[in-house]
Every structure is written in C-alpha cells, then in structure tokens.
C-alpha cells in the first residue's frame, strides 16, 4: 500500500475524518502518526501498519457504541 494507507487500504485521513465525526479526538504522536483518544480509554494508535479492520473497528466500537461493520463501512467511504 502507500504512504499514507493503513494495510487494508484505508486511508489515515479518513480515519480521522470519521472519527472526528463520531467525537472521538486524536493527537500526533512519534512512534505512529495518530492516535485516537477517548477519555477513560487506552489510545489507539493509528500508522501504515496498523490494520484497520483488526484494531480500529473494535476500538471504536467500544468508543462509540455502534456496530463494527457499520463503523469499518463508514471508514471505508470517509464519512459517516
């Protein structure tokens, strides 16, 4: 994948767009780009390597209450 894709394909902005979205924040980091955060929750980092499908999806599901596959549909499209 490139540089800027997660290695499912999904790109990081999208996941920050969507998130944003959903009120989740995210802050910059040194070992991956992004990570997202949740008061009361662990971070979750965001890079090229990071699996999107694997390790944001539930993430955010937990988050935010929603269902997986709705959130991993809206990840792909950029939006919810």
């Given amino acids: 994948m490139g540089g800027h894709k997660t290695l499912d394909?999904?790109?990081l902005g999208d996941i920050l767009r969507v998130a944003l979205?959903?009120?989740i924040g995210y802050r910059?980091?040194?070992k991956h780009p992004y990570q997202l955060e949740r008061p009361g929750m662990r971070p979750c980092?965001?890079?090229?390597?990071?699996?999107?499908?694997?390790?944001?999806?539930p993430w955010m599901a937990e988050a935010t209450?929603?269902?997986?596959?709705?959130?991993?549909e809206s990840l792909r499209c950029g939006s919810w």
């Fill in 28 to 30: 910059t980091g040194k």
């Fill in 21 to 23: 979205e959903a009120g």
């Fill in 9 to 11: 394909g999904i790109r």
């Fill in 65 to 72: 209450g929603r269902g997986r596959q709705e959130i991993y």
């Fill in 45 to 57: 980092p965001i890079a090229t390597s990071t699996h999107a499908y694997r390790m944001v999806t």
